[in-house]
């Protein structure tokens, strides 16, 4: 009996990786992710300059009325939130985008810590503000890279 099973298992192997390699022959290409999307390239880009602005002005402001927390609710409360979503909603368009969104949603976790940390502290110490820039800059140069793969299609199993 056990002889069969692996007979079985065997020939389930060996009719898999012929249909694997008659694929790779016929030169049809495996995605695993989505396609490179240029608009959210783009929004990216806007979104990632328009942070960084923020974060500068912070470090400007320290210590000063412009730097308080209650005078920033706006970029916390209806910037970034509208930014993610725009962000989530273009990347929720495409199939196989899970490793885009999962990326954005960590970025929108970073900036929340940003903004906890500032509510917290009524401002942004410089500490905290390389803290968050580090984590903030990294999910940036993530999500861009990883839209740079898409492009270069290094997505693809040929």
């Known amino acids: 009996m ?9 020939a389930w192997a060996l009719t898999g990786a012929a249909l694997l390699a008659l694929t790779l022959a016929a030169g049809c290409p495996a995605k695993f ?4 999307d240029p608009q959210l390239d783009k929004q990216l880009t806007e979104f990632q300059k328009k942070v960084e602005t923020f974060i500068n002005k912070m470090a400007v402001y320290r210590g000063k009325p412009e730097g308080r927390y209650e005078n ?7 910037e970034v939130p509208v930014e993610i ?12 985008n899970q490793e885009t969104i999962t990326m954005i949603e ?3 976790n970073n900036l929340k810590i940003m903004e906890e940390l500032h509510k917290d502290h009524g401002y942004l110490s410089e500490r905290d503000l390389k803290q968050v820039q580090r984590g903030i ?6 999500l861009m ?11 693809e199993a040929k």
């Open 2 to 10: 056990s002889r069969r099973i692996v007979r079985g298992a065997g």
């Open 33 to 36: 992710v989505s396609d490179y």
């Open 72 to 78: 920033n609710t706006d970029f916390y409360q209806k």
């Open 85 to 96: 979503k725009l962000l989530l909603f273009r990347a929720n368009l495409q199939d196989k």
């Open 106 to 108: 960590l970025l929108q």
């Open 137 to 142: 800059n990294t999910s940036f140069r993530s």
């Open 145 to 155: 890279l990883f839209e740079q793969e898409k492009r270069t299609g290094r997505g």
